[in-house]
């Protein structure tokens, strides 16, 4: 089971977001990865092996964390990255955590 | 440039079936896990199945086993989910995606937009 926190985040643009993503169970190696799903989307793959940006992903994306403590960082926040953040464990289960919402302040 | 587009997805009664199908271009389609990802309305994501590159190994989510049949045809490049014995629960958009290898553990690289189910009497 992931848990991410918080539900929701309220931010202005140029802040920075930190988001939390909890397993219950460590799992092996770093496979978690994270997404980004704007509204009437599909997801979108941003971070995989807890820490690998996917191609064509900027910067300001980050990914760190191992064990069952990770995190997606995102610097600078651009009107574009409000967005539902989802977590996976792909290593096992498949299961994603409840997403956190960040949202413009 | 990988493209993923869902077809079959409408109306049904509970107890119904429906199948879906997913026409995959740009990839070396039988080099590809694949998996369907639903989302019901205003919920979050639910992996449900998956299915190997050769198409010789499948995997079910508990709430679906023995209702959904993922299936792969490489010659045509599809990917394919006979869901059986509907349940209002199941109301959801269908995603069709792509796992980043033939064997695990992969992470989903590329999504399709989704086609939707919607489970009624």
């Known amino acids: 089971l992931l848990t991410q926190s918080p539900g929701t985040l309220s931010l202005s643009p140029g802040e920075r977001a930190t988001l939390s993503c909890r397993a219950t169970?460590?799992?092996?190696?770093?496979?978690l990865a994270w997404y980004q799903q704007k509204p009437g989307q599909a997801p979108r793959l941003l971070i995989y092996g807890a820490s690998s940006r996917a191609t064509g992903i900027p910067d300001r994306f980050s990914g760190s964390g191992s064990g069952t403590d990770f995190t997606l960082t995102i610097n600078r926040l651009e009107p574009e990255d409000f967005a539902v953040y989802y977590c996976q464990e792909y290593g096992g289960s498949r299961t994603f955590g409840q997403g956190t919402r960040v949202e413009i302040k | 440039e990988v493209q993923l587009l869902e077809s079959g997805g409408g109306f049904v009664q509970p107890g119904g079936s429906l199948r879906l199908s997913c026409a995959a271009s740009g990839l070396t389609f039988s080099s590809c896990a694949m998996s369907w990802v639903r989302q019901a309305p205003g919920e979050g994501l639910d992996w449900i199945s998956a299915?190997?590159?050769?198409?010789?190994?499948?995997y079910y989510a508990d709430s679906v086993k023995g209702r959904f049949t993922i299936s792969r045809d490489n010659s045509k490049n599809t990917l394919y989910l006979q869901m059986d014995s509907l349940r209002a629960e199941d109301t959801a958009v269908y995603h069709c995606?792509?796992?980043?290898?033939?064997?695990?553990?992969?992470?989903?690289?590329?999504w399709g937009q989704g086609t939707l189910v919607t489970v009624s009497s």
């Open positions: 299915i190997s590159g050769g198409g010789d190994s499948t």
């Open positions: 995606v792509k796992g980043s290898s033939e064997v695990r553990p992969y992470y989903f690289d590329h």
């Open positions: 169970q460590s799992f092996s190696g770093s496979y």
